[in-house]
């Protein structure tokens, strides 16, 4: 099958190349680009005010499946991935059971491959059933195609446990994806711990609640080796943290989610837990911060921390629901309107920080639109205004903040292994 992606502008964030180009698509992977291809092709899709990039990488997703289809399937999130413009999601391992062995990773990746959309990697727990006890089978699950392993939702507290599975990891040569969060310090908290919180009856988790645990993962990794990616950071010493790392040569990588570059503790309207997430929302500093570090190219990518509930679940109020929110398809309109427009990045750095940066970080042959490479491709149109309506979305999950928002910037098509699996109307 050829297809052919004709008037767009081609972002390529592997060479840094901006220009006008058609791009001509055979049997999965870029045949060509050039301007004003003359060819028959089976399908065209019309690029025109439209950028051409890479097709998104999301390192932090959330399926639910196996265990909680109630909330979230693999079919459903990977509507929801195509509809955001994501042609590969990262699955975190917190499932029902844990995914702790290759029967749980085969089930999965067998799975996404029959519903045949998005490319779906399912990482590995670093403990047997995220208890924190002793370590997983690592080894098979590397076997059966873990690009990472992880133990998302908690934090091993055994550091020297977790040196073990670090170790294993610069073995095997897969990063360690990191959730930073100390369990002794958490004691209840649900929201930031600031004034305006407490006076609504809230307890608090504090800013060192994640600093402590990624300045001592940040040691582990300077001591190990590991290529170490600290996930949903939140904090304005979280971005100095990873700053003073890399000046040291460290390898760390981090991602930010748009809720903490958007959205702070003075955001939450009372008692309604769409706006629960974990970490929490912070302050106007630490979002700055944040903003500033994605910037500075300190922060290495954007990601969701896609996390789907049900609407039952969400509707009992900030104490008692789940923490998460689902941000497959809001996360590109979001960074566009509040990072790209607002000049705190370049369209080149969003292809990075959500294509080319998750690629190099785990491995894959993918995040750049060059010729010879896989066809996944997304066609983003910058401009396209509309308001975010969560009853829209192709993911179960309806918790969102962001209900309501006006954003800019749409996925108008989005290509994988060269099909068109979605297309806008």
Do not use: W
Not at 53 to 67: E, N, Q, S
Not at 71 to 89: N, P, Q, W, Y
Not at 158 to 176: G, S
Not at 243 to 266: D, M, N, W, Y
């Amino acid at each position: 099958m050829l297809l052919l992606i004709q008037n767009g502008t081609v972002i390529n964030p592997g060479d840094h190349t901006e220009e006008k180009a058609d791009v001509l698509v055979e049997d999965g992977k870029i045949k060509k680009i050039a301007l004003q291809q003359k060819v028959k092709a089976d399908r065209i899709i019309n690029a025109e005010d439209c950028y051409v990039m890479p097709g998104f990488i999301d390192m932090h997703v959330h399926l639910r499946d196996p265990g909680q289809e109630d909330k979230e399937t693999v079919e459903t999130a990977s509507l929801a991935a195509v509809h955001g413009g994501f042609t590969t999601i990262v699955a975190m391992p917190n499932t029902k059971p844990v995914v702790d062995n290759s029967d749980v990773v085969n089930y999965v990746h067998n799975k996404a491959k029959d519903v045949g959309l998005a490319h779906v990697l399912q990482t590995g727990a670093i403990t047997r059933g995220q208890r924190g006890e002793e370590l997983s089978n690592i080894e098979d699950m590397v076997e059966a195609g873990i690009p990472a392993i992880s133990e998302d939702g908690k934090t091993v507290m055994n550091a020297q446990l977790y040196r073990e599975a670090m170790t294993l990891a610069v073995k095997y040569d897969i990063p360690v994806l990191a959730h930073c969060e100390d369990a002794n310090m958490v004691k209840g908290g649900i929201v930031n711990a600031d004034k305006d919180m407490e006076k609504m009856g809230f307890a608090g988790i504090s800013n060192s609640v994640e600093d402590v645990i990624a300045a001592r993962d940040i040691m582990l990794a300077k001591d190990t080796g590991v290529a170490l990616h600290l996930c949903h950071c939140s904090t304005k010493d979280s971005v100095r943290l990873v700053q003073l790392a890399k000046q040291e040569g460290i390898r760390v990588t981090a991602e930010v989610c748009p809720h903490h570059f958007i959205l702070t503790s003075e955001d939450i309207p009372g008692n309604d837990a769409n706006f629960k997430m974990n970490p929490p929302l912070r302050t106007k500093k630490d979002v700055e911060a944040l903003k500033e570090g994605l910037k500075a190219d300190i922060m290495d990518v954007i990601a969701t921390d896609h996390a789907p509930h049900t609407l039952i679940e969400k509707g009992v109020g900030m104490k008692k629901a789940p923490f998460g929110i689902v941000g497959l398809e809001t996360v590109a309109a979001l960074t566009m309107t509040e990072l790209v427009d607002k000049g705190y990045l370049t369209i080149m750095q969003m292809a990075e920080k959500m294509s080319y940066h998750p690629a190099k970080i785990l491995g894959l042959d993918k995040g750049v639109v060059e010729e010879g490479k896989p066809a996944d491709l997304v066609v983003f149109n910058p401009s396209k205004e509309y308001v975010i309506h969560p009853e829209e979305f192709y993911s179960k999950g309806r918790n969102t903040p962001f209900a309501g928002r006006k954003v800019k910037g749409m996925v108008m098509a989005t290509v994988v292994d060269g099909r068109v699996v979605y297309e806008k109307g």
